[in-house]
């Protein structure tokens, strides 16, 4: 299993980026994904998950109506779009793959990408 997000970057507050996973050893329409990140200093934060096609997705709170998750089964991608960026969103950025037997554990992890909000 391999899972390689880009896209990350330096963006000004108020500012858009798209985050990509490129997904592989797995049969990725399968599988349930998530974005899940993690600012400087603090611990993991769930931000998003979509189902096996893309027809169910969640959010937190914290990203609600700024952030979009999708993927493209054909491509075995899975994107974020991340709309009126904050400060806050500064963090390590991991798409991550859900256990088939598990709900809601992870068991495969990309190695992140960086995104930095600021002016």
């Known amino acids: 299993v391999q899972l390689v997000e880009s896209g990350g970057g330096l963006v000004q507050p108020g500012g858009s980026l798209r985050l990509s996973c490129a997904a592989s050893?797995?049969?990725?329409?399968?599988?349930?994904m998530y974005w899940v990140r993690q600012a400087p200093g603090k611990g993991l934060e769930w931000v998003s998950s979509?189902?096996?096609?893309?027809?169910?997705?969640l959010y937190a709170d914290s990203v609600k109506g700024r952030f979009t998750i999708s993927r493209d089964n054909v491509k075995n991608t899975l994107y974020l779009q991340m709309n009126s960026l904050k400060s806050e969103d500064t963090a390590v950025y991991f798409c991550a793959k859900e256990h088939v037997n598990v709900p809601n554990c992870l068991d495969a992890w990309g190695q992140g990408t960086l995104v930095t909000i600021s002016s």
């Open positions: 050893g797995f049969t990725f329409n399968n599988y349930w």
């Open positions: 979509i189902n096996y096609s893309g027809g169910s997705t």
